[in-house]
């Protein structure tokens, strides 16, 4: 398979930028409409599947961007001397999960879930690229809402949040559940 002149272009806007690029920011690059942006970057992605490139594009819901691939990451780390990062909190996992399933959610939100104050561990997830401002909700005090990031995405190794396994029943739902099983068993 052969790129196109304009495939090219995109891989070199992919490289240029470092980040994800929406594609809609695409679409308007190529002056194209956002499906054969999306067309456009399947068959760069599976461009670079065919040649075993380093490389990679990898889709983040509706943005793309360039990286290595995960087998190269360590020569990758040592030639740029990248520090290992800090290993999330379990308080950092329970916010995480809580702004990823619910998002986009409060402060407050996350607050009323976990029993306490969450402050600081939101602030070190928009800190550390993993959660993002929303914006504000009309509500009293305009209270911020947050949600996950590409770099939450690329981090968890997901392509979008409705990739994220789901969620099992709590205590109560479980129960809940089994004593409606056991009464259509009972009534057949």
Known sequence: MKLTKTEKAAVAVL?????????SRLSQ?????????HWMMRRVMDYFDEEESPLQVLRLED???????EEFREPV?????????????????EVLAIVAY??????SFV????????????????ERGLLEERGRLDLPGRPVSYGTTPHFLRSFGLSSVGELPLVPPNGEEEA????????????S
Do not use: H, W
């Not at 690059?29 to 942006?37: G, L, N, P």
């Not at 780390?77 to 996992?93: G, R, T, V």
């Not at 809940?176 to 009534?187: A, F, H, I, K, P």
């Open 15 to 23: 490289f240029a930028s470092g980040e994800p690029i929406p594609v």
């Open 29 to 37: 690059v190529f002056d194209c409409d956002d499906a054969a942006s």
């Open 63 to 69: 943005q793309y961007q360039m990286t290595t691939r």
């Open 77 to 93: 780390k040592k030639a740029l001397e990248i520090k290992k990062s800090q290993p999330l909190s379990q308080a950092a996992m």
């Open 102 to 107: 619910n998002q986009p959610v409060t402060k």
């Open 111 to 126: 607050e009323q879930i976990r029993g306490v104050d969450s402050s600081s561990t939101v602030n070190t997830l928009v």
């Open 176 to 187: 809940e559940l089994e004593g409606q099983v056991r009464m259509e068993e009972t009534q």
